[in-house]
Structure formats: structure tokens, C-alpha cells
């Protein structure tokens, strides 16, 4: 039943990215921080979150270019936590954020379709078109929910090969050199940024 909340909670949220809102609450350090308390883990969810912006802060959308979606991230990660060690939550959250920013990207071409239709209603005059946008907000929540859902049962099914020693020390190198990695792309953007500014 938590996960099942988890998940719808995580899907709302997510409706802040794009469809609506924009106040932020959709960044990860906030989404996994939130989650984390609900599934029962604050001080993880909270450092899952704090790892995913680092990363995601990265990537820069300029123009059409999606970014990995950094709710679906904290949500998998949260959703995982318990069930497998959290250095492979983070990465596993972080390649469901990679992979659900190409699934985004076909959701917003869907999404023009409802653009188009607003249009028309108001060029004609008619300007009832809230039903519209809501069916629009339905379809990003339901994907967003079923793919939610899809990876963490995926990667549940897999916790008994995925709590293995090898697999923890692995993913715990491997968390650490992606946050140096990070860590260090962040430090030469920003030194760049000092410099041209100087």
C-alpha cells in the first residue's frame, strides 16, 4: 500500500516538470527527501535526492533537448530502498531518469496534439477547453504511474541477484565515481563561468 502511494504521490509531483504548476517541487532533492519519509526512509531518500540534483544539474535543456527526469529518479530510488542496497538504488534511479527522459520526449509531442486542439476550440471561440488540458495532465500522470511501477517490479523481481557482496561493492564504487565525476564537471563549468564573467 506505501508503494502504491509512493507512486501516486511521486506521478502528482511529476506533473509540476512540465504539465503544470512549475513551483519546483518536482527537484529531486525535494521529491526523494518527501518520499524517503513516507516509504520510512528519511536520511536516504534525503541523500538519494542530494546525489540525483548534483548529477542533474549537469545536464543543461537548452532548446528541445530533455534532461533525465530526476522525479522518476527519486521515485524509483525511494521505491527501491529496502529491497536492494542503496548505492544500486541510485544508480538504477538514475538510469530510470535517463531512460523516462526519452519517453518524455514523446509525451510532449503527444501533448502538442492537445495543444493543437486548444487551438482550434479557441479559435472558434470556444474557450471550455479545462477538459482538455486535464485529459492532457491524466495521460502524463497514468504513464509516468505504470512506468513507476514497471521498474520498480522489475528490479524487485531481481533483489535476490542484486543483493549479492559483489554487487554492493560495485555500486558503491560506482556511486562514488559518478558523484566525483559530477563534482568535478560542476567545479570546471562553474570556474568557466567565473572566468568569462571576470
Not at 536492494?84 to 523516462?100: K, M, Q, R, S
Not at 503527444?110 to 491524466?138: A, C, P, T, W
Not at 497514468?142 to 511501477?149: G, M, T
Amino acid at each position: 500500500m506505501k508503494t502504491l502511494f509512493v507512486i501516486v504521490l511521486g506521478s502528482l509531483i511529476n506533473l509540476d516538470n512540465v504539465s503544470a504548476f512549475q513551483f519546483l517541487i518536482s527537484r529531486p532533492s525535494f521529491v526523494a527527501t518527501i518520499l524517503g519519509y513516507i516509504a520510512g526512509y528519511p536520511l536516504e531518500g534525503f541523500l538519494i535526492g542530494l546525489l540525483l540534483e548534483l548529477v542533474i544539474l549537469d545536464f543543461s535543456p537548452i532548446g528541445g533537448t530533455t534532461i533525465p527526469n530526476g522525479t522518476a529518479s527519486a521515485v524509483v530510488s525511494v521505491l527501491l530502498l529496502g529491497r536492494i542496497n542503496p548505492y544500486l538504488c541510485f544508480i538504477i534511479g538514475l538510469f530510470a531518469g535517463e531512460l523516462y527522459s526519452y519517453i518524455e520526449k514523446y509525451l510532449r509531442i503527444f501533448r502538442n496534439l492537445f495543444n493543437r486542439l486548444v487551438e482550434r476550440q479557441i479559435s472558434s471561440y470556444d474557450f471550455n477547453f479545462g477538459k482538455l488540458v486535464i485529459l492532457s495532465m491524466l495521460c502524463d500522470f497514468i504513464v509516468f504511474a505504470i512506468y513507476s511501477y514497471v521498474v520498480y517490479f522489475v528490479f524487485v523481481s531481481f533483489s535476490g541477484f542484486l543483493n549479492s557482496n559483489y554487487l554492493l561493492n560495485v555500486s558503491r564504487v560506482a556511486t562514488l565515481g559518478i558523484l566525483f565525476v559530477t563534482l568535478t564537471s560542476l567545479y570546471f563549468k562553474f570556474k568557466n563561468q567565473v572566468r568569462k564573467n571576470a
